[in-house]
Structures are given as structure tokens and as C-alpha cells.
């Protein structure tokens, strides 16, 4: 892991990408509170434990943990349909309008553990113009940690994964990138800094910022102000 104050010696230094996939909670926008709401109604329904959510992973894997094997379907769309319903508070994070805006179409991907039809309510609440290239949960056999939703990802954009950069607030989606073959960077906030594995972590997207360059994408960031 790198952190801005080693930023000098970063791997990112003089490489340039293809595209950047993104996450979608906790990194474009924060739906913790919402998320915590309805997982909370959904868990007192049927009689599981109070625990955090594990953020980043497909709720499918969550439920199939948690509740007998034939009754997961049956949990999957009552949380699907509690998380669809509560969209209230559900804010764009700093920075993420500028650097997904500042890409072009082609060279940027929504990549989230979401069913679509909650990618879509959830990103028209906090109004943020998604690009048009979004992988859910939906698109492919597995989901994060596992590489495949960023593969489908790179695929759909036309791109090679190995030229691809992964910004990502958890770290079963870092280990998705990294199986990927993806370049990952870390946003610190879901989860603190020291438990993500990236090549790079920052605070926030607000210290980042892509280059478009005749040679691909060039990644600059600035180091915190005090």
C-alpha cells in the first residue's frame, strides 16, 4: 500500500492507463446511511444478529451467510426491495463528479456489487451523471472479490484490464481489481486506510485527478492540505 505521503515513490509515477473502472458506494457516492437502515429492518425481519454489513461485496454472498439455503432468493428481493425504497440521503461524494466528468466516455465504467435496477435508483437520488457503461451484480457469474466484474468491465469498454485503473472504497473490490490484473487505488472512508490494499490509498477522490494524454490516462494527486 502507498499513501499520498510517499507519494514521490509511487508506482502510479510516469504510467498511463487506458480507462478507469469505478465503485460505485463509497466511492462515487455515500449510501451508508441508507444501506444501514434498510439492512437493519431487513436483519430485525428475519432474526439475524446485529452486525455491520460487509460493504463491497454482492448481498447475495451477505444473505447466503446469514439465512438457510432455500429461503436466500426470498431474502434477496426483500433487501433488494428495502434498499430500492430508501434512497434518502444519498450524496455525491467529493470530488467524484469532477474526476468521472473529466474522462471521456469511452475511457470510463461504473463497476458495482448492486442489482442494477438498485445501481439505477440510487445514482438518479444523488443526481451524479453516470457513464454509460455500468457492470452490476447482475452481469456476470460472480461478483467482487472475484475478477469478474471488472474484466466485464474492460470488455465492454474495449480495453485491456492490465491498462485498466480500479478506484475502489473496499477491499474484497481491491482484491476483485488486483485478480483482475487491474492498477487499484484505495479511497479511505468506508473503510480506514490501513485495511486497504491498493497501490495506491487516498483520502478522497478530491486529491485526484486524470490527464487525458495522446499516450493514454496520466493520474495526478496532491498531497493533503493542513
Known amino acids: 500500500m502507498t499513501d499520498l505521503s510517499s507519494a514521490t515513490e509511487n508506482v502510479l509515477q510516469g504510467r498511463t492507463f487506458d480507462a478507469v473502472l469505478f ?10 446511511p441508507a444501506v444501514d ?6 436483519r ?4 439475524v444478529a446485529e452486525d455491520e454489513t460487509a460493504h463491497g461485496r454482492p448481498a447475495r454472498d451477505i444473505i447466503a451467510e446469514l439465512v438457510p439455503a432455500a429461503r436466500v432468493d426470498e431474502a434477496i428481493d426483500r433487501i433488494l426491495a428495502l434498499e430500492t425504497a430508501d434512497t434518502e440521503d444519498i450524496t455525491v461524494l467529493p ?29 438518479a437520488a444523488s443526481a451524479l451523471v453516470a457513464p454509460s457503461v455500468i457492470v452490476t451484480i447482475d452481469d456476470t457469474p460472480r461478483g467482487k472479490p472475484f475478477p469478474e466484474p471488472f474484466l466485464e468491465g ?19 473490490g481491491l482484491q476483485a481489481g488486483r485478480a483482475a490484473g487491474c492498477t487499484t487505488i484505495g479511497v479511505a472512508g468506508t473503510y480506514p486506510a490501513a485495511e486497504l490494499d491498493a497501490d495506491l490509498v487516498v483520502p478522497g477522490l478530491d486529491h485526484l485527478r486524470v490527464e487525458c494524454t495522446d499516450d493514454g490516462l496520466i493520474v495526478r494527486f496532491e498531497l493533503p492540505k493542513n
Open 23 to 32: 465503485d460505485m458506494d463509497g466511492t462515487l457516492i455515500d449510501s451508508t
Open 37 to 42: 437502515r434498510s439492512w437493519a429492518v431487513w
Open 44 to 47: 430485525r425481519e428475519w432474526g
Open 95 to 123: 470530488g467524484a463528479a469532477a474526476l468521472l466528468n473529466s474522462l471521456p466516455e469511452s475511457r470510463r465504467a461504473i463497476v458495482t456489487s448492486c442489482a442494477r435496477p438498485l445501481a439505477v435508483a440510487r445514482l
Open 154 to 172: 474492460a470488455a465492454r469498454l474495449g480495453v485491456d484490464p492490465r491498462r485498466c485503473l480500479v478506484i475502489e472504497d473496499a477491499p474484497a
